[in-house]
């Protein structure tokens, strides 16, 4: 009888409980933006942002004051004006402007939509360096009809408390413009695309560019890359540059092995003109699938194709830390009231440093060009504040002092990485390094489980060795300068005058007996200075073509490459030229002859640690 009277009272609440459900407003947990790039209206975009489910009678508004990986308060809401509120019945609800970045709406628990304006970035940045402006790769770009650099922070804001509910983006564009992303499009149609992440964090982490349809994807071990390029004169397009990249990105998957699992990045890469209203701020800011990219239109491909080696992989390395190992400032980072890291040395510097040490790992560039890199990091940091302890900067790096401090980031902070890398290696004879480490932080840690800032130190040095918690307690939170010269020792390498084998193709001056035809991409023997005894032995003369040297095909986008396979020549080593002759097919068969002169740098003179050093750099 009990059970009967409890099945019937059961029935009763669940049949009351779906009555109220029908009657209550359904709360809605979702906030859904709207841009129309086909509407733009003085060089600003409309945006539209439907509210969720409001229970309080006002709510804030925030766009960012500052986002992660740009270490700088840049002000995004100077770029937003006529900021409405309207309620369901599209009356106007009472905006206060709080700050610079932030507004305040009345009678929330009416909102239904937000619009406002937005200006973008490009227009007035002043290419003053680092700390003038809003850093290109983080801003914006409004051209009509031809390119839209939609890096989201600059569009869309988040609500005060309601940054972890799903977002959904739709833009509304031209067929003739096709949206870079890494983020899925859930519309099927060729005129708007749906993009749909479970926080703000995820779209600000998502730039998209739109402009005309430029692009190449290739595969890399399992993860999928999308290379979109906007040349405005189609001076660059993405099949040529994607060479350069798929190479780099080949060498870094390899170089990273497990600690990488990314199954897609993409590479927004925008060419400026570099006009009075064009982006001057070159380089590239790191996401965790992705990285946007800002060069000069006018760089020719060589040297294009190097910059995306040199800088498009520093913002790769990034996926490993503070994408994928971080502590909590900045797994919960506040857009408008940032609380930084004492870790910058980790985040910037390891990055910063594996960006170079995979290129010698690799073999894309030589030990002697791997320790030229660190010389000049080490020069760069000594005209820093050298006893400025790395810690203090890093937590307080959003003001002075510390703030001009920022690019030791990029010098002794990879020393630091460096350092750190051979005490392993000689702890470990040889077996393990600092990617071991970043492998193991990883795994106790990884994208979604933030560490504690304070507790860093110690669970490193729980990972590795005594002597690298003291070499961070000294040398990084301490105001020792690091000698430099004791941990190039313990690889057997030596600071000093030594000779120096020079290349086969420069001459008694050091310069280069070959150019290239930016036209044609030939590499042609110059006929207006004085050629190496290489050259002339040889046999090459004024204006021949090189087409090929020891069954390698050679253009001008691959010069580098090609001087840099005959930097590693052994004097008397036999070398095949395939050249064009005045329109004729001819090979030259010869020998490398390497002259040396008097130089200063590192070497290696401690054969006994020649071990350490392979495993240091090769292993």
């Known amino acids: 009888m009990k059970k009967y009277i409890l099945s019937i009272a059961l029935v009763s609440l669940l049949y009351g409980c779906k009555s109220a459900s029908t009657v209550a407003t359904k709360e809605k947990s979702e906030i859904n933006?709207?841009?129309?790039?086909?509407?733009?209206?003085?060089?600003?975009?409309?945006?539209?942002?439907?509210?969720?489910?409001?229970?309080?009678?006002?709510?804030?508004?925030?766009?960012?004051?500052?986002?992660p990986g740009t270490y700088s308060e840049d002000d995004y809401g100077k770029f937003i004006e006529d900021v409405k509120a309207f309620d369901?019945?599209?009356?106007?609800?009472?905006?206060?402007?709080?700050?610079?970045?932030?507004?305040?709406?009345?009678?929330?628990?009416?909102?239904?939509?937000?619009?406002?304006?937005?200006?973008?970035?490009?227009?007035?940045?002043?290419?003053?360096?680092?700390?003038?402006?809003?850093?290109?790769?983080?801003?914006?770009n409004i051209l009509e009809g031809k390119n839209f650099m939609?890096?989201?922070?600059?569009?869309?804001?988040?609500?005060?408390?309601?940054?972890d509910l799903t977002y959904k983006l739709n833009i509304t564009h031209s067929?003739?413009?096709?949206?870079?992303?890494?983020?899925?499009?859930?519309?099927?149609?060729?005129?708007?695309?749906?993009?749909?992440?479970?926080?703000?964090?995820?779209?600000?982490?998502?730039?998209?560019?739109?402009?005309?349809?430029?692009?190449?994807?290739?595969?890399?071990?399992g993860m999928d890359i999308l290379l979109s390029v906007y040349s405005p004169n189609d001076k660059h397009t993405?099949?040529?540059?994607?060479?350069?990249?798929?190479?780099?990105?080949?060498?870094?998957?390899?170089?990273?092995?497990?600690?990488?699992?990314?199954?897609?990045?993409?590479?927004?890469?925008?060419?400026?003109?570099?006009?009075?209203?064009?982006?001057?701020?070159?380089?590239?800011?790191?996401?965790?699938?992705?990285?946007?990219?800002?060069?000069?239109?006018?760089?020719?491909?060589?040297?294009?194709?190097?910059?995306?080696?040199?800088?498009?992989?520093?913002?790769?390395?990034?996926?490993?830390?503070?994408?994928?190992?971080?502590?909590?400032?900045?797994?919960?980072f506040d857009f408008n009231a940032p609380k930084m890291s004492q870790h910058l040395w980790m985040y910037e510097g390891v990055t910063e440093y594996f960006a170079n040490l995979f290129q010698v790992n690799q073999g894309l560039i030589t030990e002697d060009a791997f320790y030229k890199r660190m010389d000049e990091k080490i020069r760069g940091a000594k005209r820093m504040n050298d006893t400025m302890p790395f810690t203090t900067m890093s937590q307080n790096v959003l003001v002075e002092p510390y703030k001009s401090q920022y690019l030791n980031v990029y010098e002794k902070g990879a020393l630091i990485g460096m350092c750190i890398d051979i005490i392993i290696r000689e702890k470990s004879n040889g077996e393990r390094g600092i990617l071991d480490l970043m492998q193991k932080l990883t795994n106790e840690f990884g994208p979604t489980k933030p560490f504690n800032d304070n507790e860093l130190f110690a669970k490193i040095t729980e990972m590795t060795y005594p002597e690298v918690g003291s070499f961070l307690e000294t040398y990084v939170a301490g105001p020792t300068p690091i000698p430099y010269e004791t941990y190039f020792a313990k690889v057997g390498i030596v600071k000093g005058k030594f000779k120096k084998a020079g290349n086969p193709f420069l001459n008694s001056a050091k310069s280069a007996g070959i150019t290239g035809n930016p036209t044609t991409k030939e590499i042609i023997v110059r006929n207006n200075t004085e050629l190496s005894t290489f050259i002339t032995t040889i046999g090459?003369?004024?204006?021949?073509?090189?087409?090929?040297?020891?069954?390698?095909?050679?253009?001008?986008?691959?010069l580098s490459e090609m001087m840099t396979t005959a930097q590693n020549w052994k004097d008397g080593e036999a070398v095949t030229i395939k050249i064009k002759r005045n329109e004729k097919e001819q090979t030259l068969t010869g020998k490398a002859i390497v002259s040396y002169q008097d130089a200063e740098g590192y070497q290696l003179i401690d054969t006994t640690k020649q071990a350490l050093k392979e495993a240091w750099l090769k292993g």
């Open 33 to 67: 933006v709207s841009i129309n790039l086909n509407d733009v209206k003085e060089d600003k975009l409309l945006v539209t942002v439907t509210a969720p489910t409001i229970t309080t009678d006002e709510i804030v508004y925030h766009v960012p004051k500052i986002i």
């Open 88 to 140: 369901a019945k599209g009356n106007p609800l009472q905006v206060e402007k709080l700050s610079t970045n932030s507004w305040t709406i009345k009678e929330a628990k009416k909102l239904d939509k937000l619009t406002y304006l937005v200006n973008d970035t490009y227009d007035i940045e002043s290419g003053g360096g680092f700390g003038s402006g809003i850093f290109s790769p983080a801003g914006t």
């Open 150 to 163: 939609l890096n989201n922070h600059g569009f869309v804001g988040y609500f005060e408390n309601k940054k």
């Open 175 to 221: 067929e003739k413009l096709f949206g870079a992303t890494s983020l899925i499009d859930t519309d099927s149609s060729n005129l708007s695309d749906t993009f749909v992440v479970s926080r703000y964090n995820d779209l600000v982490d998502n730039p998209i560019m739109y402009s005309k349809p430029d692009y190449v994807t290739f595969n890399v071990d």
């Open 238 to 332: 993405a099949k040529t540059l994607s060479a350069d990249l798929e190479k780099c990105m080949r060498a870094q998957k390899k170089f990273l092995g497990a600690v990488n699992n990314n199954k897609k990045y993409s590479v927004l890469l925008y060419l400026s003109e570099m006009k009075k209203t064009d982006a001057k701020g070159f380089g590239a800011l790191e996401h965790n699938s992705s990285t946007t990219v800002v060069f000069p239109e006018m760089m020719a491909a060589g040297m294009l194709g190097k910059q995306i080696i040199d800088v498009v992989s520093h913002e790769f390395f990034h996926i490993v830390t503070p994408l994928g190992v971080h502590s909590n400032e900045i797994h919960y």
């Open 540 to 558: 090459l003369k004024a204006d021949d073509v090189i087409t090929a040297i020891n069954g390698t095909n050679y253009n001008l986008d691959t």
